[in-house]
């Protein structure tokens, strides 16, 4: 695909040419920022094993260290830090010939119990990190969010389909609109100051080693049944989601990374399978043989009278294929299977060993 199509690269193009285009990226040193947390820490993990020097930057608000997944070996530099601060990003930029810029709040509960904190985070760090890119020219990949689609989309989600967000009364769109938002930075920065850019929205990655404390579901459940507590399932359980495993979303990001043809756009990147929140339910309960009852919870005593709730998330993956040949190779079951047998049985390290991530 000619570079000269892509969205928001029109000052790439006269900058690289078709030298630029043909080029592979050897990525030999990257920056992740939100390096501790759980994608960042499987997509350290896997450059690492490539061979490629990892500086992880983090201010540990959700991510951990000593991180399990990462550990700590050669090659890898763990910098404690805020995405916020310029002068320590750029400094962390230079010498480095690409950034994965997955850092913000996550988590509904923690965006909905705080919007102003989410609205302020999201919106300080991704402008630091992209003038730093853009300062050094480095290329960064912007971590964006299936959210940003809105209430409105009708599934699957297709990239140049518009995004919609509820009223400002329901904070649970903040997240959305600083998404929104720093996607439309990243296509600004490429139009007007030469920025190699590429934006993905994420659909509800999941797998070993994520944490249930921040509101995501599927380890929620598992860790309800395993205790043979009630699982609660907010709302009738009939919204629908997609799963994607987190080592199907580093094959997407690291594949994007190394192909420049593929960058200047806006991927979704997500699985196939759709099912709805209560027959994930049902599925964690009976692969865990648990007797744990299903109890259905209302979403405003879960999240507070202004909370609203988007029936459906699929993403049409399409573009990213044609790109660059991905999918994802992890089904629902393996999904739920890994997601259940945790850290210590279906380590990111084990994934990779076994060459599927």
Same mark, same amino acid.
């Given at each position: 695909m000619d570079i000269a199509t892509h969205e928001g690269c029109i000052a790439a193009r006269s900058r690289w040419g078709k030298a630029f285009r043909e080029w592979i990226s050897p990525l030999k040193k990257v920056l992740i920022t939100g390096g501790a947390g759980f994608i960042g820490a499987w997509l350290g993990r896997a450059l690492l094993d490539q061979g490629v020097e990892v500086v992880a930057l983090d201010d540990l608000s959700t991510g951990t260290w000593p991180n399990p997944t990462l550990g700590e070996p050669e090659g890898l530099t763990f910098v404690r830090g805020d995405c916020a601060d310029a002068a320590l990003v750029a400094r962390l930029v230079e010498g480095c010939d690409f950034v994965f810029h997955l850092a913000a709040v996550v988590g509904v509960r923690r965006v909905v119990e705080s919007p102003l904190r989410t609205a302020l985070v999201n919106q300080a760090t991704t402008l630091s990190? @992209?003038?730093?890119?853009?300062?050094a020219g480095v290329p960064v990949l912007l971590a964006s969010s299936s959210e940003v689609y809105g209430p409105l989309a009708t599934a699957p989600f297709r990239e140049d389909d518009a995004g919609s967000f509820g009223p400002p009364e329901q904070g649970r769109w903040t997240y959305a609109l600083t998404k929104a938002a720093g996607e439309q930075?990243?296509?600004?920065?490429?139009?007007?100051?030469?920025?190699?850019?590429?934006?993905?929205?994420?659909?509800?990655?999941?797998?070993?080693?994520?944490?249930?404390?921040?509101?995501?579901?599927?380890?929620?459940?598992?860790?309800?049944? !395993?205790?043979?507590?009630?699982?609660?399932?907010?709302?009738?359980?009939?919204?629908?989601?997609?799963?994607?495993?987190?080592?199907?979303?580093?094959?997407? @990001?690291?594949?994007?990374? !190394?192909?420049?043809?593929?960058w200047g756009r806006l991927y979704n990147v997500g699985g196939v399978e759709s099912v709805s929140i209560l027959d994930l339910a049902r599925k964690v309960r009976e692969r865990l043989g648990s007797d744990s009852p299903?109890?259905?919870?209302?979403?405003?005593?879960?999240?507070?009278?202004?909370?609203?709730?988007?029936?459906?998330?699929?993403?049409?993956?399409?573009?990213?294929?044609?790109?660059?040949?991905?999918?994802? !190779?992890?089904?629902?079951? !393996?999904?739920?299977?890994?997601?259940?047998?945790?850290?210590?049985?279906?380590s990111p390290r084990r994934e990779l060993e076994r060459g599927e991530a």
């Open positions: 990190v @992209l003038e730093a890119a853009a300062g930075l990243a296509f600004a920065l490429g139009r007007e100051r030469g920025l190699p850019f590429v934006v993905v929205r994420l659909f509800n990655t999941v797998g070993p080693g994520q944490s249930a404390a921040f509101g995501m579901v599927l380890p929620r459940f598992v860790a309800q049944a !395993r205790r043979g507590e009630p699982i609660t399932v907010y709302g009738d359980g009939e919204q629908t989601r997609v799963f994607c495993h987190v080592a199907d979303v580093v094959d997407a @990001l690291v594949a994007l990374a !190394r192909t420049p043809s593929s299903i109890r259905h919870v209302p979403f405003v005593q879960a999240f507070g009278d202004d909370f609203a709730e988007a029936r459906h998330r699929q993403p049409d993956i399409g573009r990213i294929g044609q790109a660059v040949g991905w999918s994802p !190779r992890r089904g629902l079951d !393996r999904i739920i299977d890994d997601a259940i047998a945790g850290a210590d049985e279906a």
